[in-house]
Nanobody, 124 residues
Framework: QEQLVESGGGLVQPGGSLRLSCVAS????????IGWFRQVPGRERERVSC????????YYADSVKGRFTMSRDNAKNTVYLQMDSLKPEDTAVYYC?????????????????WGQGTQVTVSS
C-alpha cells in the first residue's frame, strides 16, 4: 500500500529553520514527481515546491524562493524540505503529495497520494 509520512514540523521563532521529511513506502519515490504543499484554515492548499523525476531542478513558489530547498534521497525513499529564514506567514500544515502525472501541476486536485501533514508554527 502506497503511503507518505511527513515529519519534522514544530514551533520555531521567526528567522529560524526546520527540515521536513517525507518518507514513501509501497512505491519507489524516484520514479515519481513529488510536491510539498501547505494549508492554513480557510484557504486552499498552496504548492510550495515540487520535484520531477526526470530532472533535479525543483520548482519553488515565489513566496519561499531563496529560503526553502527541496531535495531527494533515493536511497532512503525520502524527500526533504529545508526551510530557512522562516516567517510567521509560513505557519501552516505542510503536506507532501504525488501527482497523477509525472510533472508538477499547480492544483492540489492533481495530486492523489497525500501524507497526513505536519504542523509548522513560526512565532515569537
Amino acid at each position: 500500500q502506497e503511503q507518505l509520512v511527513e515529519s519534522g514540523g514544530g514551533l520555531v521563532q521567526p528567522g529560524g529553520s526546520l527540515r521536513l521529511s517525507c518518507v514513501a513506502s509501497g512505491f519507489t519515490l524516484d520514479y515519481y514527481a513529488i510536491g510539498w504543499f501547505r494549508q492554513v484554515p480557510g484557504r486552499e492548499r498552496e504548492r510550495v515546491s515540487c520535484l520531477r523525476s526526470s530532472d533535479g531542478t525543483p520548482y519553488y513558489a515565489d513566496s519561499v524562493k531563496g529560503r526553502f530547498t527541496m531535495s531527494r534521497d533515493n536511497a532512503k525513499n525520502t524527500v526533504y524540505l529545508q526551510m530557512d529564514s522562516l516567517k510567521p506567514e509560513d505557519t501552516a500544515v505542510y503536506y507532501c503529495a504525488t501527482p497523477v502525472i509525472n510533472d508538477c501541476p499547480a492544483g492540489w486536485w492533481m495530486y492523489d497520494y497525500w501524507g497526513q501533514g505536519t504542523q509548522v508554527t513560526v512565532s515569537s
